[in-house]
């Protein structure tokens, strides 16, 4: 299912393109992969293997420069969860970036716009969820997030255990209000985190 968004004001002319995992093609796998390379060069190692990390992600949201050039990405999946003695539909959202040379010129805040709108019209879900370093939280809340302070659970693919994460979790509004989400209680991803 390759579709294209509709385009929300950027400094920049970027082209949306909402793609299933399994339209990707080759060429979009080596150009995710360079673009993460390039966001979080720690990580190379992981990167130069594969194009997306824990839970295997549903769709990939891609924004393009009019030349073709990928400016930014992320992945998802929609999940049924439990948080507390609820069931919540979510999409869990992983492998953010955008390109260094982008970085600070509204792009990242364009994809996440455009990810929200997706998740509300195109694919809803009640609420996107991820996880973070606390260094970005600030980015993430002024894009919409809220974080919340429930533990969470989750499937540890690399160590191949159940455990409890301490990275920061945050909740973006999508069919739901902000004020639906179940406050207390832990949250199980019921699987791997994204």
């Not at 060069?41 to 050039?69: I, K, M, N, S, V």
């Not at 919540?88 to 992983?94: F, R």
């Not at 609420?127 to 302070?149: E, H, M, N, P, T």
């Amino acid at each position: 299912m390759a579709t294209s968004l509709d385009l929300l004001p950027t400094s920049l002319p970027l082209v949306a393109r909402l793609i299933a995992e399994n339209d990707l093609t080759a060429h979009d796998r080596r150009n995710i992969r360079s673009l993460l390379i390039a966001a979080y060069p720690q990580y190379e190692h992981l990167w130069t293997q594969q194009d997306f990390w824990g839970g295997p992600a549903e769709y990939r949201l891609l924004l393009l420069e009019r030349t073709g050039r990928l400016a930014a990405h992320l992945g998802f999946a929609r999940r049924l969860i439990k948080v507390g003695e609820e069931a919540v539909l979510i999409a869990g959202i992983g492998a953010v970036a955008v390109l260094p040379d982008l970085q600070g010129q509204q792009v990242g805040r364009q994809l996440l716009r455009d990810l929200r709108q997706c998740l509300c019209r195109d694919l809803p879900v009640d609420f996107g969820f991820l996880q973070c370093r606390d260094a970005v939280v600030g980015f993430y809340a002024k894009a919409g997030f809220s974080r919340i302070g429930q533990q969470v659970r989750s499937f540890d693919p690399d160590k191949r255990l159940w455990q409890i994460d301490d990275a920061a979790a945050m909740v973006l509004p999508a069919k739901a209000p902000i004020d639906t989400w179940p406050a207390h209680g832990l949250i199980d991803l019921m699987g791997m985190p994204w």
